[in-house]
């Protein structure tokens, strides 16, 4: 009898289970459905709306155009990560992951009167043709280039490799013509790994391509053999670019099997833990990581995963707290979307996303996560570490503030341009570590910028003009009028003494350009890094063990 009972109580049991699962069932079949067919009728309304405007709006339509704006308008209160690419984006997006395309070797310049040359590559084309800096493209194959939109003019000096073609330039009012073969460009993400004093090595890598790693353990290895002791890895302004790569090179200096980043995703298969698989190349050398406010993403997986193994010193500004991971999907007709699929999270468990999308303000606009909601976790040492925010430095510097004068000057390319001139006068200089802006060159720039009829804005006029909008808004401003306008004119006279109160500042902007000229980049970073605060910091710290050691294992 009370077998029966039992079984009978089973049976009841098993049917709750039945019905509780077929419920379940039905309730998520629905759910899908009904989101299946949300989406459906959206689909259709504006499948519906499109043909309508083609057919019997007044003017013709750009059908691409409509749909390429519909497209960035849905994704918009996103996140900025997010993007729709058409064919060429698509193909744009191929060649900087990949670093190398069919090109001529150059940066550039869009302007309303053609491509104006911003920097010339070194043995590339553009440099074995004879180009320069501040020559102006106006016309390819015989075709103006004027008034082009700036999609158009990107493509026109990329190509097959080994494809030529012709170009008309103007140079200090010349019209030139030139033949130009394209090559095959291969972009190096090392510009530049050089011993900077007996023991201590320096490596700047500008991008997570392809080639990341492979060039990044080549240049270990040189400066190795070199004599390498120390390394300074500078990561700064680096924005990041393939999560393979940025495990590649946190294995260099991290054992095999050490967890370097977890990420976490809405589809479980997306969602993984990646581990270091080879052997390093070096355990013991003392590392200091530089990173600034534009250090991003792939950047941020190395100094992070370093600080959180006591690997390395963090040195710098606070980094730009990217803790997303975006993958590429294909859509019809060769376009794409990049979108956000996970959250990625550094060996302590930390994520340094450092704004919310998903929480916007009523205006649409989002804000950085405030310190008071920051979590706190540890490294393998027990050194404290934060999330919600980029990867803090362990030692900060503070970034040199510019006068409004000097960001003119750049924002106008008046530094540039005078760069141009002065290497159409001078055939050669002196190597880069011995040339300097002398008196004399400064004062023929500042007579320069005299013919340039050059004037700038700051803030304090910025000030002025608010106040003067404020004291009208009151009814003060007639009371007060004359007490502002004498104090414009003790502040003008101050102004008109900018040109010589930042001098030294404003040579060494025009000593990084005039170089550039000559030396080309190599020279330019070499000559930066004599001069640059946060290296030198690095140095300093690299050759104090006792220093070092407290900061990482204190």
């Known amino acids: 009898m009370k ?28 759910s899908f459905k009904s989101k299946f067919f949300e989406v459906a009728k959206q689909i259709e309304i504006y499948n ?43 193909e744009d997006a191929r060649i900087r992951r990949a670093g190398e395309y069919g090109g001529i070797g150059v940066s550039v310049h869009y302007l309303k009167e053609g491509i104006q040359i911003r920097e010339i590559y070194k043995g590339f084309s553009a440099d074995k043709a004879g180009l ?12 103006s280039i004027k008034n082009m939109e700036r999609d ?13 073609f012709s170009m008309q330039i103007e140079r200090q009012q010349k019209v030139i013509q030139k033949e130009v073969l394209r090559d095959k460009i291969i972009i190096n993400p090392v510009p530049f790994a050089e011993m900077i004093n007996e023991e201590t090595g320096y490596i700047i890598l500008t991008r997570f391509n392809d080639k990341a790693s492979s060039e990044v353990k080549k240049a270990f290895r040189k400066l190795k053999k070199e004599g390498m002791k120390k390394l300074v890895f500078d990561l700064r302004s680096n924005p990041g670019g393939s999560l393979r790569e940025s495990i590649n090179i ?31 190349l070096d355990l013991e050398i003392p590392i200091v990581v530089l990173v600034n406010g534009s250090s991003a993403s792939a950047s941020e997986i190395v100094s992070g995963s370093l600080q959180d193994y006591d690997r390395a010193v963090i040195m710098g500004k606070r980094s730009f707290g990217k803790g997303l991971v975006q993958r590429y999907r294909e859509l019809t007709y060769g376009t794409q979307l990049k979108l956000t699929i996970s959250k990625y999270y550094t060996p302590s468990g930390r994520c340094i996303q450092a704004i919310d999308y998903s929480s916007r303000n009523e205006d649409g606009s989002v804000g950085k996560i405030a310190d008071s909601l920051r979590t706190e976790f540890t490294t393998r040492g027990g050194r404290k ?51 300097e802006i002398s ?19 700051t803030h304090t006029e910025q000030a002025f003009e608010l106040l003067e909008e404020t004291a009208e808004g009151e009814e003060y401003l007639d009371a007060i009028k004359a007490d502002i306008e004498a104090l414009k004119q003790v502040y003008f006279t101050h102004k008109e003494n900018d040109i010589e109160k930042y001098k030294t500042e404003i040579k060494e902007f025009l000593l990084d350009e005039i170089i550039l000229r000559y030396y080309y980049r190599k020279g330019q970073l070499q000559v930066a890094l004599e001069n640059d605060l946060a290296t030198q910091k690095a140095i300093s710290l690299l050759q104090n063990e006792t220093e070092y050691k407290a900061i990482i294992q204190p």
């Open 439 to 457: 008196d004399e060159i400064y004062a023929d720039f500042v007579s320069y910028l005299k013919e340039q009829e050059y004037t700038y804005e």
């Open 132 to 143: 320069k800096a501040g020559d102006l493209i106006i016309s390819i194959d015989g075709q």
């Open 250 to 280: 946190s294995n260099f200096f991290l054992p095999k099997g050490k967890t370097i980043v977890t990420t976490k995703a809405k589809i479980k298969k997306w969602s993984n833990t990646y581990k270091t698989t080879n052997a390093p």
């Open 48 to 90: 519906t709306l499109f043909k309508e405007l083609n057919m019997y709006y007044i003017d013709e339509i750009n059908p691409a155009e409509l749909t390429n704006k519909a497209i960035k308008n849905t994704l918009k209160d996103l996140d900025p990560y997010t993007n729709f690419y058409n064919e060429q984006d698509v």
């Open 152 to 164: 158009q003019l990107s493509m026109l000096l990329k190509g097959t490799p080994n494809s030529k």
């Open 385 to 435: 570490v934060y999330d919600g925010g980029g990867v803090k430095p362990d030692v900060e510097i503070e970034i040199k503030e510019y006068p409004s004068i000097i960001i003119s000057l750049l924002r106008d390319h008046h530094i540039f341009n005078y760069a141009n001139k002065f290497a159409y006068k001078h055939a050669d200089i002196a190597d880069p570590l011995t040339f």
């Open 3 to 30: 077998l029966k009972k039992k079984k009978m109580k089973k049976n009841k049991l098993s049917k709750k289970i039945t019905i509780v699962l077929l419920v379940g069932t039905i309730f998520l079949s629905f």
